[in-house]
Structures are given as structure tokens and as C-alpha cells.
């Protein structure tokens, strides 16, 4: 393990591996502020190179699922610094996912006076937990309006300016598995006639002005963006020009000196597969670092690096399950198997429970 195990550099920063934890949602941030038990579960897993947050609402209206983290408060700057501080300590640099829901979100989930809102009034299939009521179909969102497509941008370009305010070391748009900007993208989602629907160009202004204005806040070497081209989660089905629309967005965020790109690939949870030529299209069109994720084992995530196919690899499942996995793949020690049922679920099991090796 050559270069999964070695130092290496993102951009500014020194980064002790290159493994980075994936953003995980795990809905233990009871009033959507960051608390002790998410202190202790980051700072157990802070041996991998970078640490990237699980998905964190710029706004009010952002917060679609039960007890998910925001990054709109004083409270939420507060807890999330102690997160920060723990991570620090052992020496992982950290990066918090931004994620708006857009649609796929209940109203019974939002805090009062937040509303659901996406590009068009148009509904995602499919059902959203609700602590109050269970599963409960995804909410009719408001189309946006102008006024609340340029609200929106501000949040973005605060949020950021929040995190580093908390001591994180940069954020990650989360462009990816049919949450807001990817709701923009998508034309399933988007049926907008203005500025901001239509041509590839129209539906990627949202994404590119939200990169934009955040890269302001805080400078491109601290923006990386996740993407999941050929993502079918939360309702986004393929469609004939999807490649090629992919093609576009590598080539303006690269124009726009972003940090990173992420790329999803959900086919080992079950997802269709995401064609090769997707992935080497970002390597050669973007010039920035390139993360890929899903399904990796050290084996493949080595022989990836040694290929040249990506800069860093991330990894969900596995570290979620093993907060020590440096040391097991390092020793090739048995893995602990992660336990779905308590994936969303509050409180420590399954969350700060699982067995470190003695
Ligand atoms: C419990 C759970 C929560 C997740 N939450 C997020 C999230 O908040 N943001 C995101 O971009 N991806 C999320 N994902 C996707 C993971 O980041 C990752 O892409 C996926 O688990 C595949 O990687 P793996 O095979 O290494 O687990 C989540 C996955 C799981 C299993």
C-alpha cells in the first residue's frame, strides 16, 4: 500500500493519507445542531487523511430529513467547532458537506417558517421518514422565485464562511444524489422556461453561480464539488444528453479553479453502473484533485491511485463500520460489518459502538 498510506497534498493542505471518509448522514444531530456524540464518532475516525461531514443545510429550508446538522446558527458554529477540534487532534483535515435538500424533504421535518423549494414544483417519487408521523410521501416543493433562487445563493455564501468560522479546513458542494443543485441539473427536475431551466447552460447556472459565490466567500482552494453522473437516487432518472451534460459542468468548474471533484458511484449499493468513460472524462477535462468513491476495498483502492485514475479515494460503508479502518487495512485485520438498522437511528448505538481493534 504504497500511495493509499503516503502523505500527499490538496491543494494547501497536508494530508496524512489518502483516504478520505465520505459524507454519511446519520441523523444524530437532535435539533440539527452538532453535539458530544458527533464529536466522539468524527474524532474516531480522524487517522484517515480527510474527513468530509455528512450532508449540512446551509438554510432552514435545506433541512429535508430528521435531526441533520445545519450550518446557519451561532449554536451550529459552536458545536461544530468542538467536531473540528477533535478531528484536529488527530491530525485529519476536515471538509463540511453542504447540502440543501431541496424536494426531497417533509414538512414535518422542516423547522417552523422553513419551506420545501426546488427549481420546479414538481415532486421526487418515493417516501421521507418523518420522526412524527413515519415514512410519509416527499413533499410538493414551491418553485423557486427569483428572489428565492438569489436567498438561496446568500445562504450557500455565508454557510461556508460559518464552517471556516468552526475550523474546518473547506466545504463540499454536494451536487450529487438528487438533492438541490443536482435537482437544478437534472431536466426530470428542472422544467423551468427562465435563466435557469432549459439548455445545459441554463440548468447548470444555479450550481455554477452557487460555486461562484462561494469561492468568493472563501477562495477556490477551499470548494471542493461531489457529483453523481449517472445517479439515479431520490428520482433522477438517465437521460440521452447526460453525458454530455457532465461534460459541460467538468469544464466550467474547471474554469473556475475548484479545489475537487468528487465523483459517486452507487452501483455497489445496488445503483446501475457508471460508465468508465464518465470518470476518465472528469480526469482528463478537470485539472484540480479528483476523488472517486464506492465500493472500495485497499486492494482496488491502491491499484485506482497506482493507475492514476484519481488523487484520493473515499470510503462510506467501511469506515462507518470500522472507526480504526486505517489500522485494519494497514494490518489486513477482519473488518466489523456495518449494521443498517442503526444507520439513522439517534443515540450511540451503532453509531460511536463499533469495536476499535485492542
Ligand atoms: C448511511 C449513509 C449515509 C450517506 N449519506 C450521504 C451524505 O450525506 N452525502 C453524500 O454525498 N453521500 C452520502 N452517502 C453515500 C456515501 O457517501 C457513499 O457514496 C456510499 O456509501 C458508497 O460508498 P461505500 O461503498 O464506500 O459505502 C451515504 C451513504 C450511507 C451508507
Known amino acids: 500500500m504504497l500511495l493509499l498510506f503516503s502523505n500527499t497534498t490538496l491543494g494547501p493542505l497536508a494530508l496524512q ?26 474524532a474516531q475516525r480522524a487517522t484517515v487523511g480527510l474527513i468530509i461531514t455528512e450532508g449540512t443545510s446551509p438554510s432552514p429550508n435545506g433541512l429535508g430529513y430528521p435531526r441533520i446538522p445545519g450550518m446557519f446558527s451561532a449554536e451550529q458554529i ?10 484536529h487532534a488527530k491530525g485529519a483535515k476536515m471538509f463540511m458537506q453542504l447540502m440543501h ?6 414538512p414535518l ?20 421518514y418523518t420522526d412524527a408521523e413515519g415514512m410519509k410521501p416527499n413533499a410538493m416543493p414551491g418553485a423557486m422565485t427569483a428572489a428565492d433562487i438569489g436567498a438561496t445563493t446568500q445562504e450557500y455564501a455565508q454557510a461556508p464562511k460559518n464552517a471556516l468560522a468552526a ?17 437544478f441539473i437534472r431536466p426530470n427536475s428542472n422544467q423551468r422556461s427562465d435563466d435557469y431551466g432549459g439548455s445545459i447552460e441554463k440548468r447548470a447556472r444555479f450550481v455554477l453561480e452557487v460555486a461562484e459565490a462561494v469561492i468568493k ?17 431520490n428520482d433522477m432518472p438517465v437521460y440521452d444528453a447526460m453525458e454530455a451534460d457532465y461534460t459541460y459542468l467538468a469544464r466550467e468548474l474547471n474554469a473556475r479553479g475548484l479545489l475537487y471533484i468528487h465523483l459517486v458511484d452507487h452501483s455497489p449499493m445496488g445503483a446501475p453502473p457508471v460508465p468508465d468513460s464518465i470518470r476518465a472524462m472528469f480526469r482528463s477535462v478537470f485539472k484540480g ?15 485506482d491511485l497506482a493507475a ?20 485494519r487495512w494497514k494490518s489486513g485485520a477482519a473488518l466489523n460489518a456495518p449494521d443498517f438498522s442503526t444507520f439513522y437511528l439517534p443515540g450511540p448505538k451503532g453509531y460511536t459502538d463499533y469495536p476499535a481493534l485492542a
Open 17 to 42: 493519507n489518502r483516504l478520505v471518509m465520505a459524507p454519511l448522514t446519520r441523523n444524530r444531530a437532535t435539533g440539527n445542531i452538532p453535539n458530544e456524540l458527533m464529536a466522539q464518532y468524527y
Open 78 to 87: 459552536a458545536g461544530w467547532k468542538r467536531v473540528t477540534e477533535g478531528v
Open 101 to 106: 435538500c431541496g424536494r426531497i424533504a417533509h
Open 109 to 128: 421535518n422542516l423547522p417552523a417558517g422553513a419551506r420545501a423549494i426546488a427549481p420546479s414544483a414538481v415532486a421526487a417519487a418515493g417516501e421521507m
Open 167 to 183: 475550523g474546518f479546513d473547506g466545504v463540499e458542494l454536494h451536487g450529487a444524489n438528487g438533492y438541490l443543485l443536482e435537482q
Open 217 to 233: 466567500a472563501i477562495g477556490r482552494d477551499k470548494v471542493g464539488i461531489r457529483l453523481s453522473p449517472f445517479g439515479v437516487f
Open 289 to 303: 484533485a479528483l476523488i472517486l468513491s464506492g465500493g472500495y476495498d485497499a486492494a482496488r483502492a491502491e491499484s
Open 308 to 327: 492514476g485514475k484519481c488523487d484520493l479515494i473515499a470510503v462510506g460503508r467501511p469506515i462507518l463500520a470500522n472507526p480504526d479502518l486505517v489500522a
